[in-house]
């Protein structure tokens, strides 16, 4: 799967990222700014939680009218003189892309940031055809320097490097010789993509809503290097996920004003862009011609289920922001591309329990992540259903959980069992209480047992010292 991220098991990856002292401070430092910005901006507004439920019942009435929007959509994108493919799967996607590439000779293909095009891994697909792919977004471009890196953050791609590692990276790649400060490592930056930008063949571009109303779609950003792709090339694509779609621009309104102060804490961000098809003769650039990518990739299974609210996702990253497993762990830890808590939720439907079955567990069902969301997805919920889903629809519970399950059924079920539990159960545990003694549980308790201590049960019981209470109380 393309949205996988390397080949480790997770525990493996969870260690490495446990181990990582830069990335845990980057990250925890990015989680506090981040939150504290967002927090501001949202309280300016005064009425936040009724633009979340509006925003809830605008993502929920779109997808409800899903294919109504998306063919409101295609039409008036080839009214206006563009081109619209339905892909079905990233093979589809990616042969479509490549078969444009194709025909207009692109040897250069400048790319603006895109979570699904890394959800297909199209930069992949274009490089084996012989086309030269430049990611343009400081992040990504830093993350492709970089022996093709994957993103750690939805919004923040590159938060796992410092800026001394950024330096190496340049100055191994593109002979940069400066220092590590932040403005010279952008200026130079700037000055390396410019030359892309005007050599380029061909501009894609993600997208983070489409305007079914007017067959437009639009683009949030803060560098302005969307604006280069969609402006210079020629040709240019734009590739969606099916579900990254609003009725009008009333709603669109709504929607980028919920994501600018969720994901970056501003009322907007630096560009707001809305491109309708590709430019008439009036216009002074623009390209001269225009695709559409419309992606399912799984999205469409997910419609009519139990998790169809996880479509609702902006992919603002305010859950990534709160998620305390996050925060310890980093982005790379998940697997995929999709992290923190709407990774766990998101990357099982799109990627499959076979290969993030651990996901869902990757949470300590906080519901800090539901409180940010701004279309109020009920992340934590959406979790708890996964893992019953696994246990209960998938049987990929290990047989050491399955036995302890079906031994805490037995005595729980048993008055005089789960009695003699209780009473035994501080001197059972107490081995397990030290992580200098013992460092290796059993089954499910290893995990726990490896870093930290058990925590023992009192050897008094509850029931116990009720009877006491109650005895000194007649008395």
Request: with cysteine.
């Amino acid at each position: 799967m393309s949205m996988k991220i390397g080949d480790q098991e997770f525990f493996e990856r969870v260690d490495d990222g446990i181990h990582n002292t830069f990335m845990r401070h980057a990250v925890a430092s990015a989680q506090e700014r981040m939150q504290g910005r967002r927090l501001a901006a949202t309280e300016e507004l005064g009425n936040w939680e009724e633009w979340r439920k509006l925003g809830e019942e605008i993502r929920t009435h779109t997808l409800e009218n899903l294919d109504y929007y998306l063919e409101q959509l295609s039409e008036n994108v080839i009214k206006h003189g563009g081109h619209v493919f339905f892909a079905s799967t990233k093979e589809e996607a990616n042969d479509y892309i490549v078969k444009v590439a194709k025909e207009k000779q692109a040897k250069k293909i400048v790319k603006s940031k895109s979570m699904v095009t890394e959800e297909i891994n199209l930069n992949a697909a274009l490089e084996a055809v012989g086309s030269e792919v430049i990611e343009t977004d400081l992040g990504e471009y830093i993350l492709q320097l970089d022996d093709h890196d994957r993103p750690s953050h939805i919004v923040v791609p590159a938060l796992h490097k410092n800026k001394e590692q950024i330096r190496d990276t340049f100055k191994d790649k593109k002979g940069y010789s400066k220092s590590a400060i932040p403005e010279e490592l952008a200026l130079f930056a700037r000055e390396q993509l410019r030359q892309e930008f005007l050599s380029a063949d061909l501009g894609i571009t993600g997208c983070n809503f489409a305007v079914a109303e007017s067959g437009s779609v639009s683009l949030v950003t803060n560098e302005g290097n969307a604006g280069l792709v969609t402006a210079l090339p020629k040709t240019q694509i734009t590739v969606m996920g099916m579900e990254r779609i609003v009725p009008t621009w009333e709603e669109l309104d709504i929607l980028v004003s919920l994501l600018c102060r969720s994901s970056v804490g501003q009322k907007l961000t630096s560009y707001i862009t809305g491109l309708t098809g590709p430019k008439d003769e009036d216009d002074v650039d623009g390209p001269e011609e225009f695709h559409l990518v419309i992606v399912d990739n799984g999205r469409s299974n997910i419609l009519g289920t139990e998790f169809q609210s996880a479509l609702h996702c902006i992919r603002c990253a305010a859950c990534v922001n709160v998620c305390p497993v996050y925060r310890h762990i980093g982005g790379h830890s998940y697997g995929s591309i999709y992290s923190g808590p709407i990774g766990a939720v998101l990357s099982p439907l799109l990627g499959g329990y076979e290969n993030y079955k651990e996901l869902p567990y990757a949470s300590s069902l906080c519901v800090a992540c539901t409180d940010a969301c701004p279309v109020k997805i009920p992340l934590h919920e959406l979790l708890i259903k996964h893992r019953r889903k696994i246990v209960e629809d998938e049987g990929k519970s290990s047989f050491g959980e399955k036995l302890a399950m079906k031994g805490y059924q037995l005595a729980a079920s048993s008055p005089s069992l789960y009695k003699a539990g209780t009473k035994s159960a501080s001197t059972i545990m107490t081995p397990f209480t030290n992580v200098n003694s013992i460092k290796k549980g059993p089954g499910p308790m290893k995990p726990w047992t490896d870093v930290r201590d058990f925590p023992v049960p009192n050897k008094e019981r509850f029931r116990d010292w009720y009877k006491k209470k109650e005895k000194g109380r007649e008395s």
